[in-house]
């Protein structure tokens, strides 16, 4: 399974961005997917998660209201749409998927995508 992110670019801080990772197969209709970023010298760190069936979200405390995650089962793609950038959102984006399990931590996930820069100048 290949998960392959794009959409990333740079940005004016306070603008918006959209994020998109699709998976190569149709096989996490019951799974989640979720968004992972890493700054530079910082350890990656989570940011949102969504569930491909019931669509139940998860946020880190640093995005909750400004960015939302979104999905598309029938074509197996994921979007993190992201308002009011800031500069400390700077960081490869991630995405990463699980056929069963969810949650805020790197562990939980069995496939990740390449990743996609996201600059955000101030």
């Known amino acids: 399974v290949q998960l392959q992110a794009s959409g990333g670019g740079l940005v004016q801080a306070g603008g918006s961005h959209i994020l998109s990772c699709a998976a190569s197969?149709?096989?996490?209709?019951?799974?989640?997917m979720g968004w992972f970023r890493q700054a530079p010298g910082k350890e990656r760190e989570f940011v949102a998660a969504?569930?491909?069936?019931?669509?139940?979200?998860w946020y880190a405390d640093s995005v909750k209201g400004r960015f939302t995650i979104s999905r598309d089962s029938s074509m197996n793609t994921v979007y993190l749409q992201m308002n009011n950038l800031k500069p400390e959102d700077t960081a490869v984006y991630y995405c990463?998927?699980?056929?069963?399990?969810?949650?805020?931590?790197?562990?939980?996930?069995?496939?990740w995508g390449q990743g996609t820069q996201v600059t955000v100048s101030s």
């Open positions: 990463a998927a699980d056929r069963s399990r969810w949650g805020p931590t790197q562990g939980v996930y069995d496939y």
């Open positions: 197969e149709r096989t996490f209709s019951t799974g989640a």
């Open positions: 969504i569930t491909l069936s019931a669509g139940s979200t």
